[in-house]
Structures are given as C-alpha cells and as structure tokens.
C-alpha cells in the first residue's frame, strides 16, 4: 500500500474517534519517535475536547483521585481530589508498550463504563514480541502502523466535526449490517464481538462525515477495513463450493419485498473483493505476530522492558519522614502523632476550640523501608591448567561455607568453571547445600584459559539475574593469565584483549564483585583485570577454602 492510501486511513480513523470518541474508545498507533509520529500527535493535538497526556507510571490517584487525606485532616471533614478521569476526556498513554497489567486492568475498566472516554496508545515496541497489553488493544477500534514518511495528517474543519456529531444520533444502520460484519470477522479468525460493534460504530461515524443519514455498503466496507486488519488471527478461509445447492427458501411476502431488495447489498457484501480488499491490509508478517504472541508469557506485561523487580524481603523499617499519603505512601500514625501533640494547646482555638485532635498535614509523616533483594554470588572458576584440582577443590570448600551462611543472608550462589575453549555451568543459582554438594562431587579439570568466555558467562547469568529480581555479584578465582581468545584458536594476546574487553563491559553494566588471584607468584595480569572489571582485587596464593570465603565475606561487605 501506497504511503498516500496509508495516510488517508490514518485521516479517516481519526475523524471518525473525532466524531465519536466514547464509541470507538480510541486509537493505537505503533511507531518509533520520528517524523510519522511528530505528524500524528501534531493531528492528535487538533481533536476537540479535553486532552490529557499519561504515562505507564501514572498512579491511581491521578488518574481516579482519592480522598486527601492531608487536607480531610486540616478541614475536618472528607475532601476529596479530582482525577484526571472524573470527567470524559481523551487520554494519551505513552510508551504502551511498558503499561504494567494493573493499569491495564484499570484502563480497560474505565472504557467499559462508557462515559464517553477516550484512549491514545503510542506504542514504540521495536519487535512483535513487545507491544501494548492485548486487553486495550482488543477495545480500541483503529491500530495504524505508519511508513516513515512524514507525510501530514489533515482532520476536517472543526465546523464539520460539529456538525458530524450532531447528525451521528440520526444515521440509521441497514438491518443486515451487523450479520455481514460478525460472518466477515468470522473469516478472518475474529472471535471478540467487539470487533464487529466496533465495525459497526466506525461505519455510522463514517456516514455522519459524508453526509449520509444511512449506512452505506461503501462506509461497511471502509469501516471492516478499518477494524479487521490489525486483529486477524488468520488467512481467509475459502469461500464454499458454488456447486453445492443453497438450501431453499420460501418466497417472501409482497409486502416485504421492498426491505429484501433493500438488503440485498448487504447479504452479499462479504464476497472475495471484500475478503480479498481487508487481507490486503493485513501486515506483511502477520505469521510471526502470531507466533510471537502465542510464546509471550501469560504473565508479560506488554510493555517490551523485561520482568518487574520482585524481592522477597518486606524490608527494614527506616525512620519516617513527613510527605504526602498515596497508594504507594503508607502514613505512619505513631509518627504522625508525636509530631502533632506538642502543639494541640495552640491549636485549640477558634473554631478548633471543640475538637479532641488537631492535625495539619504539615504532621504526616510517611513510613519508609529499605527494600533490599537477595544477592546471587557467581563464583567463576579457572579451571585450567596442572593447578586446576586444588583451586577447584578450594573453591568448592568456599560455596559450601557461603552456602551455610545463605540461610541468614538469604544469598545465592551460583558456579561456572572455563577450560580448554568454553565455560560450563557446575551449579546454577541456588541456596540448596544438599544440591550444591551433589553437583561439585566431580569437577573437571585441565586445559587453556578461556577467561574471555568465564567473564562473558557470568555477565549473561547475571542478567538472567536481573530480571529475576537478584543483586548479582561477581567472585572470580584466576590467575589472569588467560591464553584462549573467544574464537577458540590459542593465541595469548587476543586472548587477553578480549578478557579485559569484557571485563570492562561488566563494570559499564554495573556488575560488582572480587578478584581472587590464586597463582602462587601474583603478577599484574590479574590486576589488571580487576581494574578493567572495577572488582577489589585479592591475591590469595595457596588459600583455603575457610580463607577464600573469608576474604570474599569481608570484601563484598557481608
């Protein structure tokens, strides 16, 4: 499709929430920051009717309002804050593609109610795994995905607008609409009925555009193409075979004749030219969507930036401080008081002579926590060379020991071991001493220093970490003399430019930790790893096990 038809979609689907925007619900529009998109919010700046801009972050009593707290105190009675949703609006959400489920949920609810709000997604997910929540994608009528031109979106006159709207009460919808439209949907693997009423809705605001006082097949036809497209969950299916016989139907009455010829249009609208026009719409890699939505996790929050943060601590108890109860602010009420009894004698006067307590917000006071998550420990381990058996040994000794303290501090440890030309993972994250027992009865050993592949291991499983919600941190046991570049061909130089390549890469990722350098004579090769990595440096010759883990404790501040 030409850039030019792409944009007169655009034109139509914003006159039409124009004209009905508690109808239609809204619009998605799926584009990276560029010129389409400037264009469009320019447009989307010209819609009448109040206009507010959101952001995934938007807290609930911005969004709804809640009781003031603060000034229900001062006041003495209830006071309530208005929310930007307390009067029908068009909200503009951006960034969707981040909108945590909980607002998600809240949003598709307010839509439900049909109180004329209205929604504006800005999607700018960069692959077909990301993308806004499907829950207000299903309820919104148009999803336009625009080439980069910067071509300009141009609306109708606002007198128009006005007049569309006051005539949309009065078009009337052709009784055979609404059946054409749900059988049409059917073919393209559309199971919400809200596709169709959508459909439905679309096409009356079309005919108040154009003047018209009925439903015309041309605006059914604008309208499926409008809708459809961007929900289709498959490729038409085949029309049935023309030579099997309809089943016969009786003759109508004469006087019904007229409204039969009349709908005659509309039984037949969904042939191949209208399949065949709306599967022209469908994106190019409608495939892959789909295969991309059916392995997103159930769990996913469509936003396209990874899990939440989720530590099983509740956190230690700071002191608290004044601030202004919200969802997220919890008022301390001890605090609270303390703060307001030194001057309640001054406070009773007035018309506070007769009242028991006097609070200003000025009082409040907020608790605080520190939230802190567990901590996963990555030992990285040389396993290379004739020393390899007594630093693995060592280095079993040393999980063990941080194991048994894992219980109080709630740690995790995790081992990888590099030889010959790659890493292996001998333990994954766990605070289980039974299982780490059991995977470092046996440890191979020998071979060159792949360092490079160690470090590149750890800054993978540490990510993995991330997004589980741990505090990783890095203990590595080498002598630093790696010799393995990540190619795998032996070649001493590389090898070391790549160590200290990735070495620096994990301290720009902010991934703390030690360097524990086990050779027997330390040299400045380790040292120098550490410096690129930003770890402490520990040279440790001939350590033990019960001397590792004490240098590892009081180095990572345990």
């Not at 997910?125 to 336009?144: C, K, M, T, V, Y």
């Not at 009349?262 to 719409?281: E, F, K, N």
């Not at 969802?327 to 001057?343: E, S, V, Y």
């Not at 998550?373 to 990555?378: C, N, Q």
Request: aromatic share 2%; charged share 25%; proline share 8%.
């Amino acid at each position: 499709m030409t850039d030019g038809a792409d944009t007169a979609r655009t034109q139509r689907a914003l006159a039409a929430l124009a004209v009905d925007p508690g109808g239609l619900k809204g619009i998605t529009f799926r584009a990276r920051m560029g010129p389409a998109r400037q264009a469009l919010e320019t447009a989307l700046r010209k819609l009448p009717g109040p206009q507010h801009r959101i952001h995934p972050a938007i807290s609930d009593d911005q969004l709804f309002g809640g009781l003031n707290i603060a000034a229900s105190l001062a006041e003495g009675r209830p006071v309530r804050d208005a929310g930007l949703a307390d009067q029908p609006t068009m909200l503009t959400l951006t960034m969707a593609e981040r909108t945590p489920s909980g607002l998600a949920a809240r949003l598709a609810q307010l839509l439900d109610t049909d109180r004329g709000h209205a929604l504006i997604l800005l999607d700018e997910a960069a692959s077909a795994e990301e993308g806004a929540p499907q829950a207000l994608l299903d309820r919104l009528a148009f999803h336009i995905e625009p080439k980069e031109a910067a071509t300009p979106v141009r609306l109708p006159a606002a007198a128009d607008l006005d007049v569309a709207r006051k005539r949309l009460p009065r078009v009337q919808i052709p009784d055979g609409a609404l059946p054409m439209l749900v059988t049409l949907a059917a073919r393209f693997g559309i199971h919400s009925l809200r596709a169709p009423s959508l459909a439905l809705r679309t096409a009356r605001a079309l005919a108040a555009l154009d003047a018209e006082m009925t439903v015309t097949d041309a605006q059914l036809q604008e309208a499926a193409e409008l809708v459809y497209p961007s929900r289709a969950t498959m490729m038409p299916t085949e029309a049935e075979d023309e030579d099997e016989t309809p089943p016969e139907t009786p003759e109508p009455d004469q006087a019904n004749a007229p409204d039969t010829d009349r709908d005659q249009s509309l039984t037949d609208l969904p042939d191949d030219i209208l399949v065949s026009a709306i599967a022209a719409l469908l994106p190019p890699d409608i495939l892959d969507r789909l295969a991309a939505k059916s392995t997103r996790p159930a769990n996913a929050a469509g936003s396209g930036a990874g899990d939440r943060r989720r530590g099983n601590r509740r956190g230690r108890p700071l002191p608290s401080r004044p601030g202004h109860p919200s969802a997220q602010a919890r008022i301390d009420p001890i605090a609270t008081l303390r703060a307001a009894a030194p001057w309640q004698t001054l406070r009773r006067t007035g018309r506070n002579a007769d009242r028991a307590l006097v609070i200003l917000p000025s009082d409040i006071r907020i608790k605080r926590f520190e939230d802190r998550s567990d901590r996963l420990l990555i030992f990285t381990v040389d396993a290379s060379g004739s020393a390899a058996v007594a630093r693995l040994a060592e280095a079993k000794g040393a999980v063990e020991l941080m194991l048994a303290q894992a219980y109080a501090r709630r740690d995790q440890v995790a081992l990888l071991a590099f030889r010959g030309t790659g890493t292996d993972t001998l333990l994954p994250p766990t605070r289980s001493l039974v299982q780490a027992k059991r995977r470092l009865a046996s440890l191979p050993g020998g071979g060159g220093t792949p360092l490079a592949s160690g470090l590149m291991a750890a800054g993978d499983l540490a990510q993995l970490a991330r997004g589980r919600g741990l505090t990783p941190m890095l203990v590595l046991l080498t002598d630093g003399r790696a010799n393995i570049p990540l190619t795998g061909d032996p070649d001493r130089a590389t090898a070391n430019d790549d160590a200290t390549r990735i070495a620096a890469s994990l301290r720009a990722q902010g991934i703390s930790g030690v360097l524990v350098d086990t050779s027997n004579r330390p040299t400045d090769t380790a040292r120098t790893i550490a410096v690129a990595l930003g770890a402490r440096y520990l040279a440790l010759p001939r350590a033990d096990a019960h001397g590792i883990s004490t240098a590892v404790t009081s180095a990572l501040g345990a």
